[in-house]
């Protein structure tokens, strides 16, 4: 293959690498919604046993002994905000008990961000769309908030305001936060390059941030090769008792349901 | 998609009305199509393309302020950060990750809370204090670093075409 290659100097191969990328996330995104319906684990373990993969197999069956289905995400690298963003607002179409709280602590990100030295003009832009959201829970119903997690330009604008509220959270607690970072000089330069720009994928730091940003915990369902038929279930924080629970499948998050 | 963006063009078009930037003017090039624009940027006070007026499009995709919008000259202007096409070439036009030029990782890269106005007074920047370290236009590049004089030369006329004189 190597031996083949030609250099081509009238190419632009910075340009063609970034054709190819287009192409490869417009293959994802025409085959994947950006929020799926509810889908039995039954149909998820299909993936598994046409393969070689008896880990997943196995650790699905026990899954469904706690579990019964998964809301799957789009593979885009935001798939743990817009799990994490969905399975939060549906919890709050029916249970109406945090609502208030959570809508106050969402409408006071804003001053947080803009006292921080964001732009108040754009940081308005998407506080603006993203409070329209939380105040439709109110009144929508399961299958007004899927179309609205599939309308690209708003789910992406939800997607966005979360990725502000964890930046925002991070460099408001920078002192304690800059323990957990790598290869970044400072927590401000982390978030400009893991937290803010779309598609960027999450890690540990992003949910702890997030959970304790909104106050709405989670836990998540680490489904690994590890020894065992069992998943590990971290609770994020720790003490909380979530009622939100996501499944983690190496490098993507889905929202998964009892 | 292009609900957003065509939403969030508008409301940036209304600010930098009503609040325009010194040396810049800026709008789509017709109300009909809020996807290109055209600006004009004053060349910066103490630099050796001030008094110049230089004309640029802007083309935005349809999920901005997701993706950047691109920027081009329609003028000539020979300057290390420019394409000779008119391209500009800064690192707040490019996401992370997305990195033709290898700008250093703590240039300020874009994000969707950049917007038009950041961009364009990042091009004043830009036209004031070029970067050679990541040219466009490595002959510009090299006048700027070797033959200022014969730099600030060809911005002088670059400046009186812009004039029209």
Known sequence: ?258 | MAGSALRRLMAEYKQLTLNPPEGIIAGPVNEENFFEWEALIMGPENTCFEGGVFPARLAFPPDYPLNPPKMKFTCELFHPNIYPDGRVCISILHAPGDDPMGYESSAERWSPVQSVEKILLSVVSMLAEPNDESAANVDAAKTWRENRMKFEEIAAKTVRKSLGI
């Open chain 1, 1 to 258: 293959m190597a031996d083949d290659f030609q250099f081509d100097p009238e190419l632009n191969y910075d340009e063609a690498t970034l054709e190819q990328q287009r192409q490869i996330e417009k293959d994802i995104a025409d085959a994947q919604p950006l929020i799926s319906d509810r889908i039995g684990l039954d149909q998820v373990i299909k993936e598994y046993t046409a393969g070689e993969d008896q880990v997943f197999v196995r650790k699905i069956e026990e899954m469904k002994s706690t579990y019964k289905c998964v809301r799957k995400t789009r593979a885009d690298g935001n798939c743990f905000f817009r799990a994490y963003g969905y399975a939060c607002f549906e919890n709050f179409l029916t249970d109406k008990a945090d609502y208030k709280r959570f809508h106050e602590v969402c409408d006071k990100t804003k001053d947080d961000l803009i006292t921080l030295g964001f732009p108040q003009f754009t940081i308005e832009d998407f506080h603006t769309n993203f409070m329209e959201a939380v105040t439709k829970l109110e009144t929508i119903d399961q299958e007004e908030l899927i179309s609205m997690f599939n309308d690209q330009g708003l789910s992406d604008y939800l997607v966005v305001y979360l990725r502000l509220i964890v930046s925002g959270l991070l460099q408001k607690e920078h002192e304690f936060y800059a323990n957990f970072i790598e290869g970044y000089a400072t927590v401000k330069d982390f978030c400009g390059h893991e937290v803010e720009p779309m598609g960027k994928e999450s890690d540990h730091i992003h949910i702890t941030a997030l959970t304790q940003a909104l106050g709405v915990p989670v836990q998540v369902l680490y489904m690994d090769h590890s020894e065992g038929s069992k998943c590990n279930l971290h609770v994020f924080p720790e003490d909380s008792k979530p009622s939100i629970t996501l499944l983690y499948r190496p490098g993507h998050y889905d929202v998964l349901y009892s």
